[in-house]
Nanobody, 123 residues
Framework: QVQLVESGGGSVQAGGSLRLSCTVS????????MGWFRQPPGKQREFVAA???????NYADSVRRRFSISRDNAKRTVYLQMNTLKPEDTAVYYC?????????????????WGQGTQVTVSL
């Protein structure tokens, strides 16, 4: 059974930084494409970043050059380093495994999700 557990969320002032972690148990982690999504208050969940098993990365335009996704296969963990945070980055952040992009769905993941971690950015 694949389980994902996020950590590292919290409250920070605008311009600050946070690093989220997502540790995966079960399944062949090193072969998974991993991703981060977020759901701002009152809005739909949206794609943030993804990293393939090869290490190739993709980012939403809204976070490019501010956020960085990485992975440590030995620790079965994927990270999201968030710098220069803005109030509009406030959301619940979710980690997902086996993420992929399709023309019709955009970025999505079939079934393996974490429980989410809250990130709040204040002025």
């Amino acid at each position: 059974q694949v389980q994902l557990v996020e950590s590292g969320g919290g409250s920070v002032q605008a311009g600050g930084s946070l690093r989220l972690s997502c540790t995966v148990s079960g399944g062949p982690f090193s072969s998974y494409s991993m991703g981060w999504f977020r759901q701002p208050p009152g809005k739909q969940r949206e794609f943030v970043a993804a990293i393939e098993s090869s290490g190739s990365t993709n980012y939403a335009d809204s976070v490019r050059r501010r956020f960085s996704i990485s992975r440590d296969n030995a620790k079965r963990t994927v990270y999201l380093q968030m710098n220069t945070l803005k109030p509009e980055d406030t959301a619940v952040y979710y980690c997902a495994a086996e993420v992929y992009y399709s023309e019709y769905e955009g970025w999505t993941a079939p079934g393996f999700w974490g429980q989410g971690t809250q990130v709040t950015v204040s002025l």
